[in-house]
Nanobody, 118 residues
Framework: QVQLVESGGGLVQPGGSLRLSCAASGSIFSIADMGWYRQVPGKQRELVATISGAGRTNYADSVKGRFTISRDNAKNTVYLQMNSLKPEDTAVYYC????????????WGQGTQVTVSS
């Protein structure tokens, strides 16, 4: 059984910063692409950023230059550094990963709330 557990969400003022973490645990043989997505009520979940096993990154246009995704393969952890936060970044942020246990499967974390408000 594989679990992805996010942490680091919270309330921050506009212009502030937060760092999200997502740790994968369980019977893990390998992890390929990992990513962060976000969702607000009434809207579809949208991609924020992804990172490949080799470290190639991809960002939504709305967060380019403000957010940075990174990973620590030794810790099976992916991070999202969020700077210059805006009220429109308010959402539940979900971690996603393609993980090989006995076979390759896609996993989601439970989500962490990020609220940007003064």
């Amino acid at each position: 059984q594989v679990q992805l557990v996010e942490s680091g969400g919270g309330l921050v003022q506009p212009g502030g910063s937060l760092r999200l973490s997502c740790a994968a645990s369980g019977s893990i043989f390998s992890i390929a692409d990992m990513g962060w997505y976000r969702q607000v009520p009434g809207k579809q979940r949208e991609l924020v950023a992804t990172i490949s096993g080799a470290g190639r990154t991809n960002y939504a246009d709305s967060v380019k230059g403000r957010f940075t995704i990174s990973r620590d393969n030794a810790k099976n952890t992916v991070y999202l550094q969020m700077n210059s936060l805006k009220p429109e970044d308010t959402a539940v942020y979900y971690c996603n990963g393609n993980v090989k246990s006995t076979s390759w499967s896609n996993y989601w974390g439970q989500g962490t709330q990020v609220t940007v408000s003064s």
